[in-house]
């Protein structure tokens, strides 16, 4: 019998607040809104333009600029390097799959999330008449390291004879770095088996430097006291992060900064340098 992977649910609600952001900024269709969604949202409302103000950025500012990002690295992967297939893990109320199967009539988009989100997401899509039948979901945990729920697993379904692009967006700073290594490592494992893999994943790094590095320590304990996961900012600067996913093997790894887009991608732009990071890691 497999083994139990380690019950991450807690953290699933934020996929609400997530895509209500994705609808209410114009990325997503109706009904990827939901009440409780809308109801977090505008309840963080207030802090976001004190935020703003203050700080020249808010939650918001950050979402959108990942957002988008991995949206122009995903169309560049499509357009320019052939990419037919990719897998979304973690992908709660993102609308992207939706959006790109329609775009691109070449791309199979396989979706994933833990099942209870995975059912959702499933009976979220049935809703949308346009919804493509190359645009599926799965039930997956990625902290599985066997069995129906395991990346293996759920990628075990794509063609291995094509290259594969495979993001989570949203999930990887609520685990400490020695608990998500397990996931990359497996996940590298995994991918080896593909011509060609490209991870990308957004990142918050924590400069020691960093102006507001008190406020992001302040906001990183309160959303890992309510999403009750070890929400950890992993590395130090965009180096350290390179360096640490070649470690794992990952052969040519680039770590995209919101900042270099600016004149190309409708994103806000940040008070100083921005707090995410887009890490495109890939296995040749
Ligand atoms: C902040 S939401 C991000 C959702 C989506 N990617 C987005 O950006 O809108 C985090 C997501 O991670 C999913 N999640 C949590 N633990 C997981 C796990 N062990 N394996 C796969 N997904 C997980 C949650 O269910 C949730 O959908």
């Not at 990942?66 to 893990?89: F, K, M, S, Y």
């Not at 709660?92 to 775009?103: C, D, I, S």
Request: aromatic letters at 12%; hydrophobic letters at 35%.
């Amino acid at each position: 019998m497999a083994k139990e992977p380690i019950d991450t649910s807690s953290i699933s609600f934020t996929a609400l607040y997530t895509g209500h952001c994705w609808a209410a900024n114009g990325l997503s269709a109706e009904p990827f809104r939901t009440r409780l969604g809308a109801f977090y949202y505008h309840s963080l409302s207030p802090f976001e333009a004190v935020g703003k103000k203050l700080f020249g950025g808010n939650i918001r500012t950050f979402l959108l600029q990942r957002h988008h990002l991995i949206d122009h690295l995903v169309r560049n992967a499509i357009e320019q390097e052939g990419v037919t297939q990719v897998l979304e893990i973690a992908c709660g109320l993102t609308p992207r799959g939706y959006r790109f199967t329609r775009e691109y009539p070449q791309l199979d988009y396989l979706e994933a999330d833990l099942p209870d989100m995975a059912e959702r997401k499933e009976k979220l899509l049935a809703e949308l008449p346009d919804r493509s039948d190359r645009l599926r979901v799965m039930p997956i945990n990625a902290f599985a390291e066997e069995g129906e729920l395991s990346v293996e697993h759920v990628a075990g379904t794509l063609d291995p004879e094509k290259p594969v692009l495979v993001i989570t967006e949203g999930l990887v700073n609520y685990f400490d770095l020695e608990t998500i290594s397990g996931f990359w490592k497996h996940m590298r494992s995994v991918l080896q088996r593909f011509p060609k893999a490209i991870y990308l994943t957004d990142n918050y790094p924590l400069y020691h430097d960093h102006p507001f590095y008190r406020t992001m320590t302040v906001l990183r304990r309160m959303l890992g006291s309510v999403s009750r996961s070890r929400v950890t900012f992993h590395f130090g600067s965009d180096d350290e992060a390179t360096e640490y996913m070649q470690g794992l093997g990952y052969d040519a790894v680039r770590v995209h900064n919101p900042r270099d887009y600016y004149d190309r991608l409708p994103i806000p732009h940040s008070r100083g340098n921005p707090f995410v990071r887009i890490i495109e890691a890939r296995v040749v």
